[in-house]
C-alpha cells in the first residue's frame, strides 16, 4: 500500500516504514505541511497514495464530503495521538499487519483505523 503521512505523524515512521520496505511519503518531505487537510488529501490521492492521520474528527468528515462528490480520495488510515507520538515502530507494524490483511491496493473512500 503506498502511503502518506500528514504533518502530525512524526517523521520516525517514514524512516522506520521506509527501512522495511514500505513505500512511504511525507507532507514534511514534500514541503506540504502547511497544507489544509482538504489540500493533504488531494496529494494524497493525486499519488495514489493512503493518507495516514492522527486527526480522526476532520478525516472522517472530509471523507465523506470526498465521496459525495465524487472528488478523489485513495482511502485514510487513522491512528491514535499516543500511539503515534510514543510508539512510531509500532505505527508501522500496524500499517504492515494492515497491508497483510488488506492488502496493498489502495481503496477508495476508505476511511479505516489502524490498531497499534
Given at each position: 500500500?503506498r ?74 488510515l ?39
Amino acid at each position: 500500500m503506498r502511503s502518506y503521512l500528514d504533518e502530525n505523524v512524526p517523521i520516525d515512521v517514514l524512516r522506520i516504514g521506509r527501512s522495511l520496505g514500505l513505500d512511504i511519503e511525507s507532507s514534511h518531505e514534500a514541503g506540504n505541511d502547511a497544507l489544509t487537510d482538504p489540500r493533504q488529501l488531494d496529494c494524497a490521492a493525486a499519488q495514489g497514495r493512503c493518507l495516514i492521520t492522527i486527526n480522526r474528527d476532520d478525516f472522517i468528515r472530509l471523507t465523506n464530503e470526498f465521496a459525495s462528490t465524487d472528488r478523489a480520495h485513495a482511502g485514510v488510515l487513522i491512528i491514535s495521538h499516543g500511539n503515534s507520538q510514543h510508539a512510531p515502530r509500532r505505527v508501522v507494524e500496524a500499517i504492515m499487519r494492515y497491508v497483510e490483511r488488506r492488502g496493498s491496493a489502495p481503496a477508495d473512500y476508505l476511511c479505516d483505523f489502524l490498531r497499534a
